[in-house]
């Protein structure tokens, strides 16, 4: 058993970024000197859920928060029948564009494109499959549904400031 | 700074473990039996105190035969100043509530 967690865990740390793997290779060679039994399991036990929170949050938060803020962005436009709700729509996409772009500057292009595409996809697919909604472009069809493209603008605006303000912060300190 | 005044009990003691031996190189399973806290709880705190420059780490040069390599750690001058002043906190709290539980006072306010 403690093999396989051994093993688990040295394929988990090889997901880590280079700098990060020194910490949890040192955790994984020191259970070699942990008397074997319940305090060696323990010690890998505690290990595991070490080694796989940064795995968490190296490998997958991004790409996660990426997922929830395109579904966001989605969301305000699907419930959004008011007047001002292309407004709402817009400040929300700038808002989580920057807010990515600050969280993760060298993936800023990434995000920029993903939330600004997001809902001109969506759009898209919802006209592909017939389903009709509010955020179907009406009128205009595929082609006012292509149109949305147009929001990968403010997306990349909103990406790049973001970027910028860490980038900045950080040379000020 | 990665200490705060509010650092968890779990970083003080390791601070307060590492000052024991200062200067010399600790390796994660000796700071864990003497701290009595689980490799899931020290590792997080050695990294953050690694990324506060308050640590620094090395690896072992000659492990004997059969086991391997240990990643060692001890503190830095910045830490080391700082894990002082944490002992003198800790130790100062302790002698006050000695003087408080002597004059049958409670020894938290309030309870």
Not at chain 1, 29 to 43: D, H
Not at chain 1, 49 to 76: D, I
Request: with cysteine; hydrophobic share 50%; net charge positive.
């Amino acid at each position: 058993m403690s093999r396989v967690v051994q093993w688990w865990l040295a394929a988990a740390i090889r997901l880590l970024p280079q700098r990060r793997r020194d910490l949890d290779e040192g955790m994984l060679a020191e259970a070699a000197s942990v008397p074997p039994g319940r305090a060696r399991g323990a010690w890998l036990a505690g290990g595991m859920w070490f080694v796989a929170r940064q795995v968490l949050v190296y490998r997958c938060a991004y790409w996660l928060a990426l997922c929830g803020a395109a579904a966001l962005v989605t969301a305000l436009k699907w419930v959004g029948t008011s007047d001002d709700a292309a407004q709402v729509v817009m400040a929300g996409l700038l808002a989580v564009a920057a807010e990515l772009g600050w969280a993760v500057p060298r993936r800023a292009w990434l995000s920029a494109l993903v939330i600004g595409s997001v809902l001109a996809v969506t759009a898209m697919i919802q006209i592909a499959l017939g389903v009709d909604g509010a955020s179907v472009p009406k009128p205009g069809g595929m082609a006012g549904a292509g149109n949305l493209f147009a929001l990968l603008i403010p997306a990349a605006a909103g990406a790049y400031l973001g970027r910028g303000l860490r980038r900045s912060l950080r040379r000020a300190r | 700074m990665v200490f705060k005044r509010n650092s968890s009990p779990q970083t003080r003691a390791v601070l307060e473990d590492l000052l024991a031996s200062p200067g010399g190189w600790r390796h994660g399973y000796d700071i864990a039996r003497r701290t009595g806290l689980a490799s899931g709880t020290l590792y997080p705190i050695l990294g953050r105190l690694s990324d506060g420059g308050l640590l620094e780490t090395r690896w072992e040069d000659d492990p004997p035969e059969g086991r391997p390599r240990r990643h060692l750690y001890r503190l830095t001058a910045e830490g080391a100043a700082l894990a002082a002043t944490v002992a003198e906190q800790a130790a100062a709290g302790r002698r006050t509530r000695v003087r408080e539980s002597r004059r049958g006072r409670p020894a938290v306010e309030g309870a």
